[in-house]
C-alpha cells in the first residue's frame, strides 16, 4: 500500500507540474487536457482520476504554486526582536515569493481569467488571498504585544504588501516589467516598512 501511494503521489505532482507548464505557456483556453497527460507520462483516465476537469486541475495548479511561495511567509512574531527588523525580513520573504518568474507567468494566466471568466477564477482568486494569512498573523500578534496599534489586522496586512505589489507584482504581471533589482527591492521595502510604522505603531 505504502507503495502504491507513493506511485499515486508521484503521478499528481507530474499532472499539477505539466499542467503549469501547458497553462503558462498557452493559457488556460488552449491547453488540453491531451497535452497535459503526454507531458506528465500518464494517461488521460489518470489525469481525470486525479482531477475532474480543466477548471479543477488549473485551480489546483495555482493553489499548489501559491503554497508553496505563501510558506516561505510563515514568519512568527518574536516579540523580543526589533519591529522594523521583523517587518523588512517578512517583505524580504514576499519579495522572493514575487520575485519567481513561473509564479509571475502562471498569476498572469490566472488573472487574465478572473477578467475574462470571474465565474470561473474568482473563486480560485479568493482561495490565494486567503493564503496571505501569514502576514496577517503577524500583524495580529504584534497587535496583541501592544506594538502596533489595535485594528484590522487584515486591513494593515493589505496595506504594507499592496505597497510591495505596487512595484514588484502588478507592473510585472500587467505591463511586462522586469522584475525588480535588489537594490529596488530594498528601496522598496524600506519605504514600505518606514510608512507602515509611521501610521500602525503603538
Known sequence: MPNSTRLTDRKRSAIL???????R??????????????LAGVSKRTVYNHFGSKEELFGETLMQMFESSAGLLE???QPERDLRE???ELLRLKMRTLDDPEFIALARVAIGEAIHSPERALPIIARLGQRE???TSWIRAAQMDGKLKPGDPTFAATLLQGQVKTFAFWPQIAMGAPPLSPPQQERVIDAAVSMFLSYFAA
Do not use: C, K, N, P
Open 133 to 135: 494569512e501569514g502576514v
Open 75 to 77: 514568519l512568527v512574531y
Open 86 to 88: 521583523q517587518l523588512v
Open 25 to 38: 505557456v498557452h493559457g488556460y483556453d488552449t491547453a488540453s487536457m491531451d497535452d497535459i497527460a503526454a
Open 17 to 23: 507540474a505539466a499542467a503549469a507548464e501547458q497553462f
